[in-house]
């Protein structure tokens, strides 16, 4: 699957009073029709999208659909699949932030009711990037709840990581087949000496918690204390343990040159930059968890010579390929976003108009170097890819075969599977 987004991010900074919507920042809700031609320019079939839930989810049972239906039926017209984005990196002001106890049920009810209006819509990431959001909210105290504390940070992950596991639960009533790619950001963290080496352990472990929990893998004891020992109980932690959904997932992760990190003897932390790299890393998660892969977002600025975003897509690329030369089921790629971004350059946390040259478009709609040389790679590869293996084949109904033949044949097919054990039991874990 090549693939690319819009960015949709909308986390809140200045305690929440302001708004940082990207897509708004993008001129998406002015020109949609034309990055959704933009889209099919670069013979992209699979798009991560979402509509903005802070527009669209406007109080308990309370919807404004008109800007989804808009766009979700062009891109169903189109045959373009999204992938769909249901929550980036902000709640609704109403919810309030990712310490409210009440997120995760009213997020579950807002999957329900987008399941609901959208039976086409197959592919979901609920929520994105669920580490990179609780540690941004509550422990480096960037966006919405700023909040700096172990404690504050363990509230915010178990609350977002619930939210997404109900909301596959809900989408699942809905759609049975439907497939859940997680984007969650792959990280490393490098010892910079022998005093370091303790500090970089635990980052190491932490790293993997959100999808730990969201996978329903037991976590090891020096984990399980400190999530007990900053607020999450016991009975929180079974609900995990107790719903399971990884056989409905792909492994979605995203990589870019500040995900690998220099831990000093202090605890404090900078970028390394790329040390071990995308396959490597990748590796290490891949070991853990045991399901496909899909390389779910990268970008670099296309910088003075105008070439290093090329370089980068070329080297990520090799990466992807790396992977999949080595036995690692491997379905996707992408390259994130369609357009220029704004304001990436400080994490979003200062509102100052910078455009980040990372997309395969400038803000103008004009092409830039890096999406030339995505298309010619998505033209050079995708019919070789696929006949190295008919089993690396996703399951995939276009939105123009739903509800045919095929498409229901699934959806039994998957319906009859629930409530089967998995084949790893839940108090099993693998690769140890």
Known sequence: MFCTGIENSIPTINNGRTRVDQMEACFHYERWREDFDLVEEMDIHFLRYGPPIHRTFLGPDRYDWEFADLTLNDLKRRDITPIMDLCHFGVPDWIGNFQNPDFPQLFATYAAAFAERYPWVQLYTPVNEMFICATFSARYGWWNEQLTSERSFVTALKHIVKANVLAMKEILKRRPNAIFIQSESSEYFHADSPAAI???????????????????????????????????????????????????????????????????????????????????????????????VMHTETNLNEGPNGDESVQWLWKEWANVLRLRNVGIPTVGFTWYSLTDQVDWDTALREQNGRVNPLGLYDLDRNIRAVGRAYKELIQSWRDVLPAQSVCLVVPIVPPSQWGGEESRRQEADAASMKGQPSAQPANVEASE
């Not at 959100?210 to 204390?225: A, C, F, H, K, P």
């Not at 992760?253 to 202090?266: F, G, I, K, P």
């Open 198 to 292: 303790g500090p970089a352990e635990v980052m190491n472990s932490q790293r993997f918690l959100s999808l730990d929990l969201n996978y329903g893998r037991r976590v090891d004891s020096e984990m399980y204390e400190y999530l007990l020992g900053n607020g999450m109980t016991k009975e929180e932690y079974d609900f995990f343990l107790h719903n399971r959904l990884k056989q409905h997932c792909i492994l979605g992760n995203d990589y870019y040159r500040t995900n690998e990190h220099r831990v000093h003897a202090n605890g404090h932390t900078e970028s390394s930059g790329e040390v071990f790299g995308y396959s490597e890393i990748t590796r290490q998660y891949y070991g853990r968890y045991g399901l496909p």
